[in-house]
Nanobody, 125 residues
Framework: QVQLVESGGGSVQAGGSLRLACTAS????????MAWFRQAPGMEREGVAT???????NYADSVKGRFTISKDNAIDTLYLQMSGLKPEDTAMYYCAAFWGYCTGDYWNAREYNNWGQGTQVTVSS
């Protein structure tokens, strides 16, 4: 198991940028599929981006070309660089992980058994 702590959320205007970070602790020596999910009020949690130890990224269509997921294994930190932010990107953003590679149904939140507490991103028009 790993413990995940997100940071970097905030309020920006449309077109702006933010970088989220997720620091992992605990059993970090294993290989994990790591992901960013988001959840807006009244909406289901949706996957935004995933990355595994081979650094193969996957992106939701809604964020392709605007968001970049990356990880620094030396400091056990996952990042989400968000650019060209839109009001519809407003949500609570969560870091998540499961042991293994990002194969199978990696957009399914139920596949992930490690979650952070979330960080709020608000984009105003």
């Amino acid at each position: 198991q790993v413990q995940l702590v997100e940071s970097g959320g905030g309020s920006v205007q449309a077109g702006g940028s933010l970088r989220l970070a997720c620091t992992a602790s605990g059993d970090t020596k294993r290989s994990y599929c790591m992901a960013w999910f988001r959840q807006a009020p009244g909406m289901e949690r949706e996957g935004v981006a995933t990355i595994d130890n081979d650094r193969n990224p996957n992106y939701a269509d809604s964020v392709k070309g605007r968001f970049t997921i990356s990880k620094d294994n030396a400091i056990d930190t996952l990042y989400l660089q968000m650019s060209g932010l839109k009001p519809e990107d407003t949500a609570m953003y969560y870091c998540a992980a499961f042991w293994g590679y990002c194969t199978g149904d990696y957009w399914n939140a139920r596949e992930y058994n490690n979650w952070g507490q979330g960080t709020q991103v608000t984009v105003s028009s």
